[in-house]
């Protein structure tokens, strides 16, 4: 300046960027993620290695992160020296899946009742996710803290069977889940029942009957009409009962009651045959060790059938 003369000068700088990952960096067990390398495909590797990469080398790349824990995903560009560094590398924390119990409650129901179903597993803290689907029916009410446990109400209407589904899902990032694999119990209507038993009974016979099929356990109600033809000894409220049948001679009803409906059979009640009066012909004495051979015995036809005992034995 003091001699008054001035000058100018300029360098060329040029700034290289960084080459960078982009992605999720918490991931679900056997989740596929999508990674980009900005500016650029690179050779892609994963330490340690497991998860099974696509598409390397390239821009984007895919990494299915097989087996829980922590991972480094590396990428090396392809033109290193148009950036500042040679390798980007991101830490991906991988979360296990919560893992699953079976479903706690019958499998065997009758519709229109409430019922009680659980589950457990191996994670606590994350909610559990439940569904019905076949057939129709509503969730009540959720217990428990991560709702491990339901009321639920299946429909008559239509008919089951039904599936009860549930799932557990841990929230890894805000918005992102990690779902366990889900859990299905199917759940069948129980059959109408179907009595079995004696339908000629003789008064005073004592007879056993059953109500057969995929019956509830309890609150079966058994009746006879007219109820004075008979009367129920024991099983009331059970799958069996044992009825005494009285007179007079006569048809009497017996019906049964469920949950999963009813059922009747027809009972013809008879008097007890009479005792028959054996009739000899012949002789009744014999020389040992001689065989009878001309001795006859006989009692009236007054009976389509009979059985013949000698001393108590057929």
Known sequence: PMAGCSGVDSIQVNVLPVYSIFGDNKVCEMNTVSYNGIFGPANWVVTPPGPIIGGTPGNPVSVTWTTPGT???????????AFCNDTAVMKVDVIAKPILNNIIGPDSICPGKNLTYSISSNTSGSQFMWQITGGTGQILSYMGADKDSIVVKFNAIPPGPWQLSVYQEIEINPGVFCQSLTMVKNIYPFLAPNISGQT???????ETYTAGGS???????????????????????SSSVQILWHGPTGFATLNVSTCAGTDQIVVNILNPPV?????????????????????????PAVYSTYQWYHNGIL
Do not use: H, R
């Open 215 to 237: 019956n509830p356990t309890g609150n079966f109600q058994w009746t006879i009409s007219p109820p004075g033809q008979g009367t129920i000894q024991s099983g009331q409220g």
């Open 71 to 81: 991972y480094y995903l590396k990428a090396a560009p392809l033109n290193a020296s």
């Open 275 to 299: 005792k028959p009066v054996i009739s000899i012909n012949g002789p009744t004495e014999y020389c040992y060790p001689s065989m009878p051979n001309n001795l006859v015995l006989s009692i």
């Open 200 to 206: 000629n009974v003789c008064v005073d016979d004592v």
